[in-house]
């Protein structure tokens, strides 16, 4: 399949001392699934705030869909990151004073046109059609971070990923997160990529990337 | 969308916002008594300086005023800016060989033109005078002393049939004199110096002195007396000037000129220059040190402001780093603010006009004895400052909250 993203070289150093980043060279497939597997502090987020155009590297090349994310501009990236990226964190970053469906609309306002109709469907769709005038203080952290997937596909991103998006979650809660992140992996037209410490989440996806002090330690297929 | 998220923001952040509201609140308060004060402070400050004296006199020219006529001084447009006003009537006296001027005049009116003079009777009967100061001391009067003033013509006279030669004060009661002139009033030779021998009648005026009269100015030199018992002297000339306290800030002089001059006719306004040029020094001085101080106000409320905001901004850097992350650009970031400080700016502007018309009522009235009246402008000038200010003010806080980086902000780890 066609390579999506193409990573070569890529570097982040905070200081001389400080590299996140090694010289990480990945390709990522259209519609794929990779799981990013590493320790605390192995450069994983880091990698994925690249990959999602919120951090520049300090060298190297990311090219996304064959644009060249690291030679944007920050009023470009921002403009191609709403428009081909969705963003799952590990904390339910939700606007607090935003009833559920608003949190929904603003990604549709900063993106192009607000449809009030299509966010109710994207939070009847992560099962919150009970939820919708509710604020982040008056629903679970399941339910908050079901309102983050459901903002995430709302303007249908090319690109999810997910930043340890179960990290604050129970068990119940995160298998519900994960059956929803199988079922966009099964509609054929997300890539996904999933940052995780945990070695069975990486058994859901296609392929498991494993990093270390950022630098790629093993790429393989995912066994199920 | 846009207002939606705004007033869900403000509503949202309202315990985050509230001391940025207060010192905007504080900003137009101030602002607004300041100002109401500055733009009432000519017709105050122009009604408290009229307590200083006439700032205009205005002298009849071949025709003398008469009390008709001096009516349109009460009456609109007139009456709108003349405060008050007294006028005079004059004769010359003459005691012991010196002239003195005996003025006529409504007391009361003077007093309320001239509220420092000390008159000792405001009331006084047909034949009563009040002595200036200084004449009193020269001639040694006191009250109740009957003056034997010689007035060229008077009322009700008790006739005294003698001439007096204007050069060597000589009278004259010779037979043949009088023979001589004639019973008629005119200019002949003196008997005794040869010169300019003026002939004329002098009567008794039988004025008793009532009270003094003291200002330290020509006054103390002059008698005065109820402008009826002048005006019903012969020799009296009706009222002569008139001098008016005017409230000036009230209408431009050109336009003041204007009226006066088509109301009286011939008549010459003339400006009192020492009390007007005090006025407008005093005037400038007093808004400059107004305005100052409003400027020294918004300054101080202005870094509160920012102060306030940068808090504000440093609160919700999650909530903008997210924002970013959703893809909001610099603008978008920039308008939510902008747009929520605005409608705070101008609530405040608003709240805080009515509490700044309140502070300059009490103001005005605590130091000026006078009352303030609601202004539009003042209105829009303070919502205007109060937006102008929360807009400067935040210029710092929102460059700072754009320099958020969403990576770092949203970070899991």
Same mark, same amino acid.
């Given at each position: 399949m066609e390579n999506l993203i193409e990573i070569n070289q890529l570097v982040k150093e905070?200081?001389? !001392? =400080?590299?996140? %980043? !090694?010289g990480i060279d990945l390709n990522i497939e259209q519609a794929s699934w990779t799981t990013i597997l590493g320790p605390s502090g192995s450069g994983k987020s880091t990698l994925l705030n690249i990959i999602g155009c919120l951090d520049r590297p300090s060298s190297g090349s990311v090219l996304i869909g064959g644009i060249e994310a690291t030679r944007l501009s920050s009023g470009k990236l921002a403009s191609f990151r709403r428009d081909n990226i969705g963003l799952v964190f590990q904390q339910q970053y939700l606007v607090g004073y935003l009833s559920a469906l608003e949190n929904v609309m603003l990604a549709q306002y900063y993106h192009s046109v607000v449809d009030e109709r299509q966010a109710k469907e994207a939070l009847e769709r992560v099962g919150l059609a009970h939820r919708l005038e509710h604020r982040p203080s008056q629903l679970s952290g399941g339910e908050q971070q079901r309102v983050c997937i459901a903002r995430a596909l709302i303007n249908d991103p090319k690109i999810i990923l997910a930043d340890?998006? =179960?990290?604050? %979650?129970d068990r119940e809660n995160s298998e519900n997160i994960y059956m929803l992140l199988q079922e966009l992996r099964s509609e054929g037209h997300h890539t996904i990529i999933l940052v995780t410490h945990d070695e069975k989440v990486g058994k859901l996806g296609d392929r498991i990337i494993k990093i270390a002090d950022g630098k790629i330690q093993s790429d393989e297929k995912a066994s199920r | 969308m846009f207002w939606r998220l705004v007033l869900k923001s403000l509503n949202g952040n309202k315990a985050k916002l509230l001391a940025g509201f207060l010192a905007l609140l504080l900003a137009a308060l101030l602002v607004s008594a300041l100002l109401a004060v500055v733009f009432d402070l000519p017709n105050s400050l122009g009604k408290e300086l009229r307590q200083f004296g006439a700032n205009y006199t205005l002298k009849a020219g071949r025709k003398p005023f008469s009390e008709e006529s001096l009516k349109k001084l009460k009456k609109k447009p007139l009456s709108d800016v003349v405060l008050a006003y007294a006028s005079f009537a004059e004769i010359k006296i003459k005691k012991d060989f010196k002239t003195y001027t005996l003025i006529g005049t409504d007391l009361k009116a003077l007093k309320k033109i001239s509220p420092w003079m000390r008159l000792s009777s405001l009331n006084l009967r047909e034949n009563e005078v009040l002595a200036g100061q200084d004449v009193a001391e020269v001639l040694g009067l006191k009250k109740g002393t009957e003056l034997d003033f010689t007035s060229f013509?008077?009322?009700t006279p008790k006739r005294i049939a003698s001439n007096n030669c204007i050069s060597c004060h000589a009278i004259s009661s010779s037979p043949n004199h009088k023979e001589r002139l004639g019973k008629k009033p005119g200019i002949s030779k003196c008997l005794e110096c040869h010169d300019r021998h003026e002939v004329r009648e002098r009567f008794n005026?039988?004025? &008793? &002195?009532a009270g003094f009269i003291s200002g330290g100015g020509d006054e103390d030199g002059q008698f005065f007396a109820d402008s009826q018992t002048v005006l019903g002297m012969k020799s009296s000339a009706g009222y002569r000037s008139v001098s008016l306290s005017v409230l000036t800030s009230k209408m431009p002089q050109k336009r003041f000129v204007g009226i006066i001059k088509a109301n009286f006719d011939g008549a010459r306004l003339q400006s009192n220059k020492q009390i007007s040029q005090a006025e407008k020094g005093l005037l400038s001085k007093i808004k400059l040190l107004m305005i100052l101080m409003t400027i020294v106000v918004l300054m101080t409320c202005g870094l509160s402001v920012t102060s306030m905001l940068s808090g504000a901004v440093m609160e919700r850097r999650t909530e903008i780093g997210l924002m970013k992350a959703l893809g909001a650009s610099h603008s978008n970031i920039t308008l939510l603010f902008a747009a929520e400080l605005s409608t705070i700016a101008l609530s405040a502007g608003f709240l805080g006009y009515f509490g700044g018309l309140g502070l300059a009522a009490l103001l005005a009235q605590a130091v000026f004895k006078v009352t303030i009246s609601p202004s539009l402008n003042i209105m829009l000038l303070s919502m205007a400052s109060a937006l102008i200010l929360a807009l400067v003010a935040s210029v710092t806080p929102i460059r700072s909250a754009l320099r958020i980086e969403p990576a770092v902000t949203l970070r899991g780890e």
């Open positions: 905070y200081d001389r !001392k =400080t590299a996140a %980043l !090694k340890e998006p =179960t990290g604050n %979650l | 013509i008077a009322k005026s039988n004025l &008793v &002195v």
